[in-house]
């Protein structure tokens, strides 16, 4: 068995990983770069033979979670190269493609938590883990004798070191680990928050909307689901009611139901975001800002950036004894304030003057969450990848066979 990282190891996103046999090739994640954070969007160069060009050399593709660093390139894959997510990724893909026009994406196969699944020599077993998005695996891969675990993005490690141990049994051993390490370097974890997890936000979260008397705007990412369960959690002990838009209600699948008042937003009849458009239109649960705002009860909105001419409305439309303080909670990464469109939803916060507070911590495991995994598991050998290229070298004191490969650099397992 081999692996090659065709690009990740000196990068946060972007991920691209082939691992094979003599007779097969997988692809682990077909991610995009990250976008500068304040500059144009730019077409992604990447190109591969048998890829992306000339006939088509690999046997499956598989993606660990819907996230664009991990799944962008999908629609630059060659057709013909068969594509499997887990089914919840797989739905809000085609969720965000419905919103946004574009085509929805090739995946034609579907797979479970634990459920291992055999390509010819390589057996594949996707092992569900915690991030920032919903419906996210790491795999164990095995062929040749050979076992090799690629991580993925994740949060915790308990589940992990567990569910692999035990398919691997006795006497096996993990030949190989290929982790992520967003937060590797020892001074992240010092950082408020940043490692808490989601009942840590939660019980701050419920004291913010306790303190303050006006509505609560929750700036965060759709597809956090642990996130806005978080807060919705907090909502309920806060007595305040749970308002979201038409499109995080899709990608949420409205699994739980707690969002009480759903945001309507222009949606044409002959756009494929009509049919979640009227299911609620149906329901009468759909209000829009100028209704919502007059709602006597005290609420929590979830917003994104661009929700901005929502959020002008509803601040115009408030009645006067509304006037206390509104607040919102910036519950995504600090690096996002340097996007253009952040920055103008927080200009408009301080012209309108709405208190901003940051509520976040990372989906990403802290140093000693990775260093738990790379101890729980003993790997003969260690590869870093989705990291910083300045922060690889804090890998080397995890492990006494740290390998720090190139892109496109090939590796024999073993
Ligand atoms: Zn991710």
């Known amino acids: 068995m081999y692996v090659t990282v065709h690009r990740g190891?000196?990068?946060?996103?972007?991920?691209?990983?082939?691992?094979?046999?003599?007779?097969?090739?997988?692809?682990?994640?077909a991610g995009a770069s990250l976008p500068p954070l304040d500059g144009p969007k730019t077409e992604n160069p990447f190109e591969l033979e048998g890829l992306t060009y000339g006939r088509p050399a690999f046997d499956w593709v598989f993606l660990s979670h819907h996230h664009n660093d991990h799944c962008g390139l999908l629609r630059k894959l060659l057709p013909g190269i068969p594509v499997f997510a887990g089914k919840e990724?797989?739905?809000?893909?085609?969720?965000?493609?419905?919103?946004?026009?574009?085509?929805?994406?090739?995946?034609?196969?579907g797979f479970r938590d634990g459920q291992s699944i055999q390509l010819d020599d390589v057996r594949v077993t996707p092992i569900g883990v915690e991030h920032s998005a919903k419906d996210a695996y790491m795999f164990l891969i095995q062929a040749d004798g050979k076992n090799v675990l690629y991580t993925g993005d994740f949060r915790t490690s308990g589940k992990a070191i567990s569910t692999v141990r035990e398919l691997l049994g006795e006497g096996q051993e993990l030949d190989l680990l290929i982790t992520e390490g967003t937060n590797i370097r020892s001074g992240k974890k010092e950082r408020a928050g940043e490692f808490q997890g989601e009942e840590w936000v939660k019980r701050r979260a419920a004291g913010r909307m306790r303190r303050y008397q006006g509505t609560v705007f929750v700036l965060c990412s759709s597809a956090n689901e642990d996130r806005i369960q978080a807060i919705s959690a907090a909502a309920a002990w806060a007595g305040r009611t749970v308002c979201e838009d038409l499109f995080q209600s899709a990608v949420r699948n409205?699994?739980?139901?707690?969002?009480q008042w759903f945001v309507a937003s222009g949606v044409k009849k002959d756009s494929r975001a009509w049919p979640y458009f009227e299911e609620l239109y149906q329901q009468r649960a759909l209000v829009g800002a100028e209704t919502l705002a007059k709602l006597p009860e005290k609420k929590v909105i979830f917003v994104r950036t661009s929700m901005l001419p929502f959020m002008a409305r509803y601040m115009d439309a408030r009645p006067p004894e509304e006037e206390k303080s509104p607040l919102l909670l910036y519950s995504m990464w600090q690096g996002y304030r340097q996007t253009a469109a952040v920055k103008q939803l927080l200009d408009f916060c301080e012209k309108r003057g709405i208190i901003v507070e940051d509520l976040h911590t990372s989906g990403h495991a802290g140093r000693d969450t990775v260093k738990a995994l790379i101890d729980g598991l003993c790997?003969?050998?260690?590869?870093?990848?989705?990291?910083e290229a300045e922060d690889r070298e804090a890998f080397l004191s995890l492990h006494s066979n740290c390998m720090m490969l190139n892109d496109g650099q090939r590796w024999e397992v073993g």
């Open 9 to 29: 190891t000196h990068q946060i996103g972007g991920n691209l990983i082939e691992i094979g046999t003599d007779q097969t090739r997988l692809l682990f994640d």
């Open 379 to 387: 790997p003969t050998a260690l590869l870093p990848i989705h990291c």
């Open 254 to 259: 409205r699994v739980d139901g707690n969002a």
């Open 89 to 109: 990724t797989k739905r809000i893909l085609d969720v965000i493609a419905d919103f946004t026009g574009q085509p929805r994406p090739e995946i034609g196969f």
